[in-house]
């Protein structure tokens, strides 16, 4: 679930003209870096886009999985570009070692 007050902090930045690898970092509101530019940022040493997303998995024998409580969590670590995209539980590039940097598909 999304923070309502992170959805305004998200708006803002966009909003103000962020883009590049600052729009989807985890250091925007306290980055130094940010503030002393107006232009876009494509490389940063402390740039940090680590999230854990989880999904619930039904039970693979019975469409309907009639027993909820056997659901199984998996929990995936996504990188790069995949960290907010749309389409990254359905992707097959999702899965590389250092993440995506670049990708047509992402939404």
């Keep these: ?17 962020y ?13 130094s ?6 232009k876009p940022v494509w490389y940063c040493d402390q740039y940090d886009a680590f999230t854990k ?14 027993n909820p409580s056997e659901t199984e969590t998996e929990i995936f670590i996504f990188k ?3 960290v907010n995209c749309e389409k990254r539980f359905g992707c097959v ?5 250092g993440g995506i940097w670049h990708c047509n598909d992402y939404t």
Excluded: W
């Design 1 to 17: 679930m999304v923070h309502p007050k992170s959805v305004i902090e998200d708006s803002k930045i966009f909003t103000a003209g």
């Design 19 to 31: 883009v590049g690898i600052c729009a989807n970092c985890n250091h925007i509101n306290e980055c």
């Design 33 to 38: 870096f940010r503030q002393k530019s107006n």
């Design 53 to 66: 997303s989880e999904r619930q998995i039904h039970n693979r024998d019975s469409p309907q999985n009639p």
């Design 80 to 82: 790069g570009l995949c």
């Design 93 to 97: 590039y999702a899965k590389t070692n």
